[in-house]
């Protein structure tokens, strides 16, 4: 039983209409400092990825082409945000724009990772403690991107599915957990 008065209070911090993010799919995502909301959305037929300070003031907007949004999360360090695009792949982004930064230091803009791999994408997630983004396919692979060193690796010895891989999770000790339509 609860007594007493709450311990924390709610406030509406921002609120978004359709005029800004469209009538599509809504991906949001915020840094763990809490400093950025990113909010991926389809307006006009067209993906685009938009990030806001915490007291909702538009940082930067960058359209991304046709197709919805699947995913949409920050690594653990909250330096790099990631999100899934339907039938596309996975698109990285570092150097976001903050509200301390001056209007004209230059910002990156968001990478593709390796289209050729990431377009049959069924399932991503930011490790909890390091930054490495566990991949899984259409094809029932796993592939691990470190980011610190640039390179994805393919984890097909154990755990091989022969269907999507469709959800998982990383596990405290860093290890990642995947399950499919087979399992």
Request: glycine content about 8%; some cysteine.
């Amino acid at each position: 039983t609860v007594r007493g008065q709450a311990k924390a209070q709610t406030r509406l911090m921002m609120m978004f209409a359709t005029d800004r993010l469209g009538n599509g799919r809504v991906k949001p995502a915020w840094q763990p400092s809490g400093q950025l909301l990113a909010i991926a959305s389809t307006r006009d037929d067209e993906l685009r990825i938009q990030t806001f300070s915490r007291l909702g003031q538009m940082m930067q907007s960058i359209p991304l082409g046709k197709g919805e949004p699947v995913w949409c999360q920050w690594d653990c360090s909250g330096t790099t945000l990631a999100l899934m695009q339907e039938g596309v792949g996975i698109y990285l982004w570092d150097n976001l724009r903050t509200p301390d930064m001056s209007a004209d230091a230059q910002c990156g803009v968001p990478l593709r990772l390796c289209p050729q791999i990431t377009c049959t994408t069924t399932f991503c997630m930011w490790s909890r403690s390091h930054p490495q983004l566990a991949i899984g396919t259409s094809a029932g692979k796993v592939i691990v991107f470190n980011k610190k060193e640039s390179v994805m690796q393919l984890h097909d010895r154990k755990g091989k599915h022969g269907a999507p891989v469709t959800c998982g999770d990383w596990l405290v000790d860093n290890r990642c957990e995947d399950t499919s339509d087979d399992c």
